[in-house]
């Protein structure tokens, strides 16, 4: 029997092509596991009103952990112009099935470490005024996300109920609304964030900081405008601040963050915000780095945890083994690191960092011509 269960979820587009990536590599190395493979995704969601079918629900709550490709995401109306016929006038609503996930499983922490690796050409310069050497700004940032409350919660409402409406109404500013708009023409989507979520979620970034001997952590928010959500979120990284004296803990403006970040992103370490603002400025680290084709991420719970790179389904690649597999093999090494697997990660990691420095094999987006599978092979020959 296997030591581990993996459900394996390709999901759409270019999920497939990274996941055969991965498969190569961790076949390679010899990591003893089953893999489970599981449906989810935009196709099922067409043929069969759900885009994470329960079949997959009970596969995952037998497995291990899970490892995730890409999925897509379309708005509601056109999700629900794409259903097969049979479906059309049911009702149903589509959700994205990694939050769903997420929610589900209490993934509460999502990390998404984003670091430069020498020789990649896509690595961040800066400009000539403040790097005039033009040499590589060494990286090495891990975003904590708040992974299942704040604003991609999912409770949302078009078009506004009454009772949602006059409850809402103890609040003298929304009472204008009504009569402005009418409550048939306003959507709400909702930002709600609990102590115990900002809690958790901030301590998990202190602790990593800690475990891994890093000094900054850095509270990612806008208090001044979200005054009770982010006054919540301040207050609890700041009482969480006081049982770490020796990390130095900061915070910034959401706004503010991406200016400083692309000005002196080798002045910041550890990152943490909540869903929304943790998803937004986890793509501006990626962007420092070379892209999303170097962003893994892991969703971390108390008992399970699914590992999925941060980029999209590139449906207009889907199939071409075009893409950048360096994300998803990333993303194979917090799998290896959460399995304790640590002489696999770190070699895996090693072994990447490998491929990039030689700049022998390489995807269209780093200037090369090898296919996804190319660099995956490249990177098993040094991982094995």
């Not at 009454?162 to 204008?176: D, F």
């Not at 991420?297 to 389904?313: C, I, K, Q, R």
């Not at 070699?347 to 995956?376: F, N």
Request: charged share 25%; net charge neutral; with cysteine.
């Amino acid at each position: 029997m296997a030591k581990y269960k993996i459900a394996w979820m390709p999901g759409d587009g270019v999920g497939n092509d990274v996941m055969e990536a991965a498969r190569i590599v961790l076949d390679r190395m010899k990591l003893d596991a089953e893999y489970v493979p599981c449906d989810i995704g935009w196709d099922f969601w067409c043929k069969e009103g759900n885009a994470l079918p329960d079949r997959t629900v009970k596969a995952l709550k037998e497995t291990t952990c899970g490892l995730f490709g890409a999925i897509t995401s379309k708005p509601q109306s056109e999700a629900k112009e794409e259903l097969a016929p049979e479906l059309k006038d049911k009702g149903l609503v589509y959700f994205s099935p990694i939050v769903k996930l997420r929610q589900m499983f209490n993934l509460h922490t999502n990390m998404r470490p984003c670091k430069s690796y020498p020789g990649n050409p896509l690595n961040y310069r800066g400009t000539r005024i403040a790097n005039p050497s033009g040499e590589d700004i060494a990286i090495d940032q891990v975003v904590f996300r708040e992974n299942t409350e704040g604003m991609y919660g999912g409770v949302e409402f078009f078009p506004l109920p009454e009772p949602v409406y006059t409850a809402l109404c103890a609040n003298p500013k929304m009472k204008p609304w009504k009569d402005k708009a009418g409550l048939e023409n306003i959507a709400l989507s909702t930002r709600i964030v609990s102590t115990q979520g900002c809690t958790n979620i901030c301590k998990q970034a202190f602790e990593f900081a800690k475990k891994t001997g890093r000094k900054r952590v850095t509270l990612i928010e806008k208090p001044n405008v979200l005054r009770e959500t982010g006054g919540l979120m301040m207050r609890c990284f700041k009482d969480v601040a006081k049982s770490y004296p020796d990390i130095r803990a900061d915070d910034a403006n959401i706004d503010a963050i991406c200016m400083w970040m692309f000005k002196n992103p080798q002045d910041y370490s550890v990152l943490v915000a909540e869903n929304m603002f943790g998803d937004i400025v986890s793509d501006l680290c990626a962007g420092l780095v070379g892209g999303l084709g170097f962003a893994p991420s892991a969703n971390l719970g108390d008992n399970y945890a699914v590992f999925e790179p941060t980029h999209g389904s590139a449906p207009k690649y889907a199939g071409q083994y075009k893409v950048n597999p360096i994300a998803m093999l990333l993303t194979a090494k917090l799998m290896l690191d959460w399995l304790k697997e640590n002489d696999m990660a770190t070699r895996l990691e090693s072994a990447i960092a490998r491929v990039i420095a030689e700049g022998k094999v390489r995807t269209y987006d780093m200037g090369g011509k090898d296919s996804t599978l190319d660099v995956a092979k490249a990177i098993a020959d040094y991982a094995s």
